[in-house]
């Protein structure tokens, strides 16, 4: 079946302007995760959906960074007034609850 | 702090051989830890979980063990092939934590 889906795979944009990055999660998948992994970095947590719990935003490392979870199932990260310090691969992937993560390919993101 | 270790330093071996990569954290009493391989350009893959209560996983050339004592896990790929070259991540979930943090993995090169 279809995997975790994310556009654009990629994305170059101005320093000061908002971004905005979609994920599509497999079918039936109850959690949703984004992560960034900058260049020979680990993933960075950013934010957790579970259902239709309040998402863990524990992540997010400023305010500038926002996302949502439309209907359960389709999500979209928001990074406003980018800075180039937020040049990375966004990640997401989604699972069933207390199993392992089925990860996109990535956005890659560069802040000119 | 919490921290979870893996070695920067690319492992290179010759095919055939066996592969052990290490993966050591700190501050940490995970109820799960998990492997994932990660080829470039792309999202992570899940190869094996271990439970805390567990002490090794195989499935067919991969194995994992998992020692809370010495606080470790070795990751384990018996006669590797070059198509096994690829960043092999380990990754660390708490009880009831849901969110698995990540360690920065470490590159394996199989020579033919």
């Known amino acids: 079946g279809a995997g975790v889906s994310q556009s654009p795979s990629n994305k170059v944009t101005e320093k000061g302007k908002d971004v905005e990055l979609r994920c599509d999660p497999i079918?039936?998948?109850?959690?949703l995760y984004w992560y960034r992994q900058s260049l020979g970095q680990g993933l960075e947590f950013l934010i957790y959906?579970?259902?239709?719990?309040?998402?863990?935003k524990s992540g997010l490392p400023s305010d500038r960074f926002s996302a949502e979870r439309t209907g359960g199932s389709v999500s979209t990260l928001t990074i406003q007034r980018t800075q180039q310090e937020d040049s990375a691969v966004y990640l997401c992937?989604?699972?069933?609850?207390?199993?392992?993560?089925?990860f996109g390919n990535g956005t890659r993101l560069t802040v000119t | 702090s919490q921290k979870i270790e893996q070695n920067s330093e690319a492992l290179n071996i010759q095919e055939g051989k066996t592969a052990t990569l290490t993966c050591n954290y700190t501050?940490?009493?995970?109820?799960?830890l998990q492997w994932y391989r990660q080829d470039p350009g792309r999202g992570p893959v899940f190869l094996l979980l271990?439970?805390?209560?567990?002490k090794e996983k195989r499935k067919e050339r991969l194995k994992v063990t998992f020692d809370t004592t010495l606080k470790q896990s070795l990751f384990h790929i018996t006669a590797s092939q070059p198509a096994d070259s690829a960043t092999y991540l380990c990754?660390?979930?708490?009880?009831?934590?849901?969110?698995?943090?990540f360690g920065r993995g470490t590159s394996l090169i199989v020579h033919p």
């Open positions: 992937a989604s699972s069933l609850r207390d199993s392992p993560l089925h």
């Open positions: 079918s039936g998948h109850t959690a």
């Open positions: 959906f579970q259902g239709n719990s309040a998402p863990d």
């Open positions: 501050n940490y009493s995970p109820a799960y």
């Open positions: 271990i439970r805390e209560n567990e």
């Open positions: 990754a660390l979930e708490s009880g009831g934590s849901y969110i698995p943090t």
